[in-house]
Structure formats: C-alpha cells, structure tokens
C-alpha cells in the first residue's frame, strides 16, 4: 500500500533512496506506463496557481522529495520524511541496473544534440546499456511523430528532461499514448550526463545544498529561490490551521 505525506495537497512518497528504487525497478518491467517526478519547494509552490500542473503530480505513481525544504516540511505534518530523494541520483541507480539486465532507455530532452551527447556519454560508461532513441526536448510542433517513435521503440524506462513543469505536463497529457514503463521526469539531467553543465560538488550534495551552489553559480536563481521561505511559510500556515496530530515514524 502506497504511503504518502501530503504536502500543501502534493502526495510524497514515505520512501529513502533504496525503497524508491526497488519501486522503481517493479515499474520498469511492469505492464502499464507508471510515472516518477521528483518535485521540489519551487515546483510544490508552482502547483498552487497551476491546476494542471497539480493534477500531473497528484497522478504520478511515485513522487521523490527532490530538496531538502520538503523533508523539513514534512516534520510540521508530524510525518517526517526519511531522507532527500535526488532524482538524478535515482536516475543513475536505474541506469546502472537497468544496464545490468539489458533494459532499454529513450532520451527525452534538452537542447538538439544533448541527448544524442549524453547517450554518447553514458554508452562509454555502460557499455552494456541499450539506449534506442533520442530526441531533443522542443516538440511542441512535432509532438505526434515524436511519440510515434518512442512507441516504435517500446523502451523500458523513458527519461524525459524538459524542465519543470513542463516535463510533468508533457507526461501527464500523454500517459495515455506512450508505450514505455516508466515515464520519469529528469529535469537537467541530460545537460549533466552530456557534459554541458557540471552538478554540485559533493559536499554540498551531502548536506542538502545544492540549491546553494546552483544560486552561487548561477545568482540570476535569487528570485526563484524566494520560493523556498513562502513554502515553508505557507506550510506552517496549513499545518497550524489544521493543527495536525504529530504522528513520528519509528
């Protein structure tokens, strides 16, 4: 049975990083599309205003806590989530698995040629992996033919990077003309893994900072990122006006 924290109406799954995989792993040899997203406070604070992005993420079979403002969210609901969950690194463990046992991947994203240099990248590194088509992120004017080839291929897992919240709309509004078991929505990840923008050292990945590295990298983020204290305000609002129980996971 699925377990959730609902976060201002946004359903995170009560999962670590091993239980997301291991559902992860079911989903790609499963029999139905099912699909992942990996929200963070932007997007949560986004889905207030946008009604379809909302429905997309209340859709997904699995959301992720992709930021640490949403562990610290959940403790005001007194369900406090077990960890941060990094889409990109959930993205890695599956590729690594799906390599192993010969699962095929679809690349979904970016700007032309990313995604054909990110499948370049990711067969040095596994070459066992079976990635059987790309496509740049921008079909808005080719959208049919760009489905009729991701059926045609019929992979495993479909890694879509389109940026939020259009990845998850793009998902959402097609779940029902894919052939593929995963849908899941990557972000910039392809940028990453083509080698045309570099992740937060490690150091600040370990301490959930990475929104910290990307605003030092990039400050034009600082209006983006006054999403996070409206969040977390917004969340002590609700959750005082509900005046939820404190339930404490083991």
């Not at 239980?19 to 699909?35: C, N, P, Q, T």
């Not at 029902?176 to 923008?197: T, Y």
Request: glycine fraction near 8%; aromatic fraction near 8%; charge should be positive.
């Amino acid at each position: 049975m699925r377990e959730v924290v609902q976060i201002l109406g946004i359903p995170f799954d009560y999962v670590d990083m091993e239980d997301a995989v291991e559902k992860a792993k079911k989903y790609a040899i499963g029999d139905r599309l099912r699909s992942i997203f990996t929200p963070n406070p932007e997007i949560v604070m986004a889905a207030q205003q946008d009604e379809e992005l909302k429905r997309a993420l209340n859709s997904a079979d699995m959301l992720i806590p992709d930021g640490i403002g949403i562990v610290i969210a959940s403790i005001f609901y007194g369900n406090k989530l077990p960890e941060r969950v990094a889409g990109f690194d959930l993205m890695l463990e599956l590729i690594m698995w799906g390599a192993h046992k010969g699962w095929t991947f679809y690349l979904l994203g970016g700007k032309p040629g990313v995604a054909d240099k990110a499948k370049f990248k990711l067969e040095k590194a596994y070459p066992n992996i079976k990635i059987v088509g790309v496509h740049h992120g921008y079909v808005r004017d080719e959208e049919e033919e760009v489905i009729a080839h991701i059926n045609l291929c019929n992979p495993n897992i479909l890694l879509v990077g389109m940026g939020a919240p259009l990845q998850e709309k793009w998902i959402f509004r097609n779940r029902w003309k894919l052939n593929a078991n995963l849908a899941m929505g990557v972000g910039g990840s392809l940028d990453i893994m083509a080698g045309k923008a570099r992740r937060a050292p490690k150091v600040f990945i370990k301490l959930g900072l990475e929104w910290l590295y990307r605003l030092i990298k990039e400050p034009w983020r600082i209006m983006r990122m006054m999403a996070l204290p409206l969040f977390l305000s917004k969340v002590i609002l609700e959750t005082k006006l509900k005046n939820l129980p404190k339930i404490k996971k083991p």
